[in-house]
Every structure is written in structure tokens, then in C-alpha cells.
């Protein structure tokens, strides 16, 4: 089995997927199954599983019948399983659907036991005589010419769905206004606008020409495009609308850099929450983000009561790749004002580049960060006041900022720190943790999320970053939230491209700024960011954020080891229902003179249950009182109020049962076997 070939089959080729008989804007609603099924196919080839491999294609063809690249994985599973006639109709099928790469088909090894049959050269002679026809039933994409401040319609002509991103791609030609410098600054009406004005003048600055501006709340907070000539307003057809493809998050990859907006929040229920914050309840939502961000879009939202004095900040990661605005409806508008100006100042020759090293996005970052907060000197940018989870509007400087990207050379420009952890400490869940969601939050080449469930007090993990830039590099790491007693940055390379992260518990905390004085809000967040050191700037920062239960109160001895986990919420903090779900007990863990732990006691209302090590409920013990019969336990949530009440953790005993054998009488941990 060649698990590269069929790996890069999955996730390379997905493009060449059509789902024909699928409207373009009901395509999304299949690409949570699509990327669930993708991993179990990896989770298959590892394992060299071949049946799980079929059975996971023929799921994937069942539900997507339409896609090309999913049949023609079929087509490789069956051609493992020697299935040639099934193999070849699956093939052929394809094709027909769109598969028509007949080099990568002929030179597939995993199709090997169909080269020596007629029909496979037969089918690898349609591919390549079909390869430029339109396949039947699917319209065929025209991409427009548009003029620029003119609105852009998205709409399927000119529209795909690419089932690899998990997001639509859209295709048009902008076409430059008619006019020359001086109409174009006499029409700016943006912020700063003597300066802007003087400079489209000179034709020392690049305009707005082959900008895009999207909103995303039907004109709630919309900018006034007129202030900004040539930008182009980018809309959706009456189908995307009745679809609601137009409103909430963004959905939509352009050839061309995009500002967006979208003054929203969810406010009634018990999962209220800002946009924002509801993006890093998704992963699919945070990835894309990321996504879009390396695609020359920059985003922005309000933080709607999730950033505010009453709560504290409730957001489980620093997320660098959109802006979050201070206040609700509205505040996003001076943000987006802001960076239209930036965009429209940059000179010509710093915006080609900008926008071919897919750098606009990060590039509006770094600037935002340099000229907001009262920056009074250049190394006060790795301080962590630059580079809050929330910007408030008051603090931004447009001249500065303006100013600042009219100055910004090519040369200045630096590319995005790519982070990647190599290791890191691995809980259980059942053991370590009583969530059945993992700790890994998210995992973005700029932006890394986990959530701190482990009841160790000490987490560890080795973290390498990488950005393509000519010559040597420097990375500079920058404890920016999270108290420096509690937490070690070692290099572990000459360069600081590689480290070693240790965090200590830190709970919900107040942060403190350098200076010893304390931040407004609480938090339950520690923030790492990484720095590219360039010639007169850093970089904007790819950060890795560790979030700490709000709700758990943990009492750790003098050796860090744990003593106590009061899950019940004792200070009635808000915790976020998408991340955690409520547990209604105490723990009170139990060690051997040595350190090793033992297992621990639950309290529950009335009652008091034991746990082993290992997590097993214990059932019966010895004359020395310890354990010599316990159950494995599942931990589900039950829904045990009303519609709007929140679930509950429950512990529920499985039919696992071991037995707990000791060398002696001074072992108190003993090992287990299965007693079934």
C-alpha cells in the first residue's frame, strides 16, 4: 500500500471534486462529513487497513455521490482489494465526473493491479481526450469583468465550492476606473485624507485600485465606499443571500486583497458569543480564518460583551489572524476605516509586493500593532500590551499607522512565522482530564490553541518555527500574557527557531503588565508569541495560547503535585459550553510517600466514590484497604434541566472490570489486568 500516493489523492486533488447535481450554495453543508471521512481514510492507510479504506470511500461516494475525487479513492481501494471490475467502473466513473489528470491516473500505484487490463488503458486514454471538455451537467465557470468600485456579485457562474479549503473561491477581472491620479484624490474622503490626497497626487501611493471590501451583516455597520475610490464593494446573488451565504463568518477565497467586516453576535441562549469567539469554538471556522488571512484578507469584529470588566476576557486563544474590536455594534467601523487607508497608502511598489507574497493581511497586523497603545520606542512592540486579544478604538493612531505603511519598503516587509509542535505533554482523558474534547484547541501555521485540562501542574512542548526568508533568521519569543514565575521559554537553537515552552497552572488570574501594574481584565489565558526580527520592523506575531478551566479551583503541594480539583464552579465563574461542560463533584487525589499517585476520592452530593490510577472506579479493596476490583467508567454529557439548561458530566461504570494484583504489602499502587 502507498500511503503517500492516495494522501496526496485526498488532500491534493480534492479540486478536481465536482458535485454537479448539488447547488453551489448547499455545498458547505457537506464538508464537515467530507473532512471527518478524509481523516478517517488517513487514520485507514495508517493502519494499512484496506476494508476500513473501501468502507470509508463507499461512505464518502454515498454521501457525495457527485465528487469525482472520492470515486475515483474508491477506485484505489478496489483496485487493493483485487476487485478489477468494480475498480474500472468506479474509475470510468471518475472521469465522467471530472477526474481527468490521466498522467497522475497512469502513474498511480495504487492502481497497479489494473495496469495490465485493456480497459484501464482504454479509460487513461479518456482522461487525457476529455481533459479540457466541461463535464455534463456542470456549468461551466466565467469569471467576469468588473469595474472597479463597482459591486462584485458572487454567484455561480463564476463561483466554485472547493471542498480542500472548505470554502467558496471566486473568479473575476477587475478593470481599473477611468481617470487619473488627481481624480483620484480629490474623491478620497477617508481618514487622514490631506495626506492620501497629496500623495495619489504625486502617484507615490497606490489607492484603493484592486481592493476588495466585504460586509457581512446585511449593512448593519457598513463603511462608506464612497471615501475610498476604486475599492470594490463584493455582494452575493439573490440565491447566496436565500442561502445565507452572505451573512456571519467569511466563506470566500479572491484573487485579490479583501478588508470585511461583520457587526454580529449570537445573544440569547446559553452559547452566546461574539463572532470571534465563536470561530474558536470551530476549528473548521479558526482554520479557514487562518486561511484567509494568508490569502490577503483582513477581518474584523466587535467583542461583544466577551472582552469586558463584568466576565473578564473570555477568549480561549489570541487569535492573530483578525482584529477584534473593543465595544459592540459599530466599533468595528473605525478598524476598517483605518485599514482602507493603510491599503490605499501604501506606495505602488510595496503593494505588488504585498499582495503576491500573500502578506497584506499580516503586513495590516504588524502596522495596527506598531501605532496603537502609546508605543514610545521601537522594542516596546514585544511588550505585551501591543498585542492584546481585543484593540480598543481609542487607542488607534490612524496618522501614525498611516503614515508608517506609506513608509513601509519591500524590504521592511517580513514574512509570517509558520509554528509547528513537534512534542508536547499528551493527558488522558478518563485519567488526566474528565472532558470528552481534547486539549488541542487549534493548530494554524500563525495561531496554536490548548486547553490546560490535565490536572498536572506542569505542561511542557517543544516548538519549532520557520519563515521563508532569505539568509539567517531570528526569532525572538515574547512571554506577552501569563505570569514569567510560572513560565520558561528555553531555545533549544542557536537562531531560537526551536523551543522548549514549560507553563505552571495558572487558573483565572489578572495579568500584569511589565511595569508591575495590573490589567483591567481577568483571564484564564497565557499567551507566547513568536517574532521575526527584520531590518527596522518585527513581524506581526504568530502566537500559542494556553487556556486554563475558569471553573476550577486546584490546590497543588509544595511539590506541584496535585492535592485537589473542585470541578463544581465554587465562585460561579461563566465558563464557555462549547468548550467544557459542567462537572458537579471534588476530587482529592492520593500519593505514596514517594510522589506516585495512588488515585483519588470523589465527592459527589452525598456520597464518596474511589479512583485508581488508572481511572478504574473501584469496586472492591483488600484487608490493607486497597483496591482489588474496579470498573472502567465512561464520563457522557446528560442534558438532566430544560431545553436552555447547560449538560452535565456524569460518570457512568462500564462492563470492563480488572483486577489490581501487589507485589507486597508496602506496594500501594499494584498493576491490573482484565478480570472479564
Known sequence: MKYCQIYCVIFFCLTAGVLAEIPLFEKPQSFKQHTLLAHQMVQALRAGNIEQMEEVCRQAVEIMPEDATWTYNLACALAYREDKHEALQMLERAIQL??????????????????????????????????????????????????MGLPMEINPSNTVWNMDFGCFQSFFRLLSPAGGDEDRAKAYGGPVAE?????????????????LYMNRDRGHSKIGIADFPALTPVVY??????????????????????????SMAMTQGPYWRSLPRMALSDQFSSILHCRLYLSNQMWVYPEHEDYDSELGDLFPMNAPFYTVAQGSSYSDKVFMRAFAAAMAAFTPETKQYLIGSKLMAPTLQMLLRYTSGGLKKPEDYLDGAAHPAVF??????????????????????????NLQITREDQNISGVDYFDRMPEALLNTPCGIGRIARGVGYERKMVVQAQAAIKGTAEYQWVLLQGDPQKVQITKLSADGSR???????????????????????????????????????????????????????RVYNEAHKIVSVDYRNPLQRYFDPALFVQKLWKDLYLHTASGELKGWYRKLDD???????????VLEYDKLNRPVLACAVSYLPRQVGGADALPVMICVNTESKFSYKYKDAKDECGEFEPAN
Not at 495626506?195 to 481592493?211: H, M, Y
Not at 480598543?392 to 512565522?417: R, S
Request: hydrophobic content about 35%; proline content about 8%; overall charge negative.
Open 98 to 147: 471530472g477526474f481527468r489528470n490521466a498522467e497522475a491516473i497512469e502513474a498511480d500505484n495504487d492502481l497497479k493491479q489494473l495496469k495490465k487490463e485493456a480497459r484501464f488503458v482504454e479509460l487513461v486514454a479518456q482522461a487525457r481526450e476529455l481533459k479540457n471538455t466541461p463535464v455534463p451537467g456542470v456549468p461551466v465557470l466565467v469569471p467576469p469583468t468588473v469595474m
Open 195 to 211: 495626506l492620501i490626497r497629496g500623495w495619489l497626487s504625486e502617484g507615490v501611493a497606490a489607492g484603493n485600485r484592486g481592493d
Open 237 to 262: 446573488s439573490a440565491e447566496g443571500v436565500t442561502a445565507n451565504a452572505d451573512y456571519n463568518l467569511p466563506n470566500t477565497i479572491f484573487e485579490y486583497p479583501l478588508i470585511g467586516n461583520s
Open 392 to 417: 480598543d478604538g481609542k487607542d488607534l493612531n490612524v496618522t501614525n499607522l498611516v503614515q508608517m505603511a506609506h513608509e513601509l519598503k519591500p524590504d521592511d516587509v517580513l514574512p509570517v512565522v
Open 499 to 553: 523551543v522548549e515552552i514549560t507553563l505552571g497552572w495558572h487558573g483565572f488570574y489578572r495579568p500584569m503588565n511589565h511595569d508591575g501594574s495590573p490589567r483591567r481584565l481577568m483571564s484564564g489565558r497565557v499567551d507566547v508569541g513568536c517574532f521575526l526580527k527584520g531590518r527596522r520592523y518585527y513581524s506581526a506575531p504568530s502566537i500559542i495560547s494556553v487556556y486554563y478551566p475558569p471553573t476550577e479551583e
Open 607 to 617: 456520597r464518596t466514590e474511589q479512583f485508581t490510577y488508572a481511572g478504574h472506579k
